[in-house]
T-cell receptor
């Protein structure tokens, strides 16, 4: 069976500090990978998706970047956090070649102070 | 993918009652999905209905799709306290790998 992990679960960071959130998937090969952000009381916003190693598509211009150094590893980064980066970050995967059903990780709650 | 808009934004019912949530979208689709999110957790896929289907069941869940009205509904029968969560729909138009677009969801509260 497939599992998806995210860490850390919660993070409190000062403005201007760097960020690195990690997501890994087990039990599948060449998955599509996604990063979403959910601001308080709002829906999910797609940030990045990847169909393979080193292939990153960005949905919105922002202070964040993503990388996929390994097949089942997806990293969300920032060099300098802003207050507006606070939110709930969710990683998800779907079967290669298909973007319909997605399977979400437990999320990371990021608070920027 | 395109955004689905859920309605109502909030719904509070008594345990045992049925809960109905609606979703509207704007352009033609291949399928529509419903997800559930418990507070502070990730989303869980509930059910997917394809554009050539009109109704689909899964346990206590019943989803309908009306492509002429560009709308879908999710019915939860015999609600339980554990059904308290936010429910999101997402409509997809193609078979690509692009991400899903969600609305703000319907926050369902089941009163014991």
């Amino acid at each position: 069976s497939q599992t998806i992990h995210q860490w850390p679960a919660t993070l409190v960071q000062p403005v201007g500090s760097p960020l690195s959130l990690e997501c890994t998937v087990e039990g599948t090969s060449n998955p599509n990978l996604y990063w979403y952000r959910q601001a308080a009381g709002r829906g999910l916003q797609l940030l990045f998706y990847s169909v393979g190693i080193g292939q990153i598509s960005s949905e919105v211009p922002q202070n964040l970047s993503a990388s996929r150094p390994q097949d089942r590893q997806f990293i969300l980064s920032s060099k300098k956090l802003l207050l507006s980066d606070s939110g709930f970050y969710l990683c998800a995967w779907s079967w290669a070649g298909r973007g319909d059903t997605q399977y979400f990780g437990p999320g990371t709650r990021l608070t920027v102070l | 993918s395109q955004q689905g808009e859920e309605d109502p934004q909030a719904l509070s019912i008594q345990e045992g009652e049925n809960a109905t949530m609606n979703c509207s979208y704007k352009t033609s689709i291949n399928n529509l999905q419903w997800y559930r999110q418990n507070s502070g957790r990730g989303l869980v896929h509930l059910i997917l209905i394809r554009s050539n289907e009109r109704e689909k069941h899964s346990g206590r869940l019943r989803v309908t799709l009306d492509t002429s009205k560009k709308s879908s509904s999710l019915l939860i029968t015999a609600s339980r306290a554990a059904d308290t969560a936010s429910y999101f729909c997402a409509a997809t138009g193609g078979g690509g790998a692009d991400g899903l677009t969600f609305g703000k969801g319907t926050h369902l509260i089941i009163q014991p």
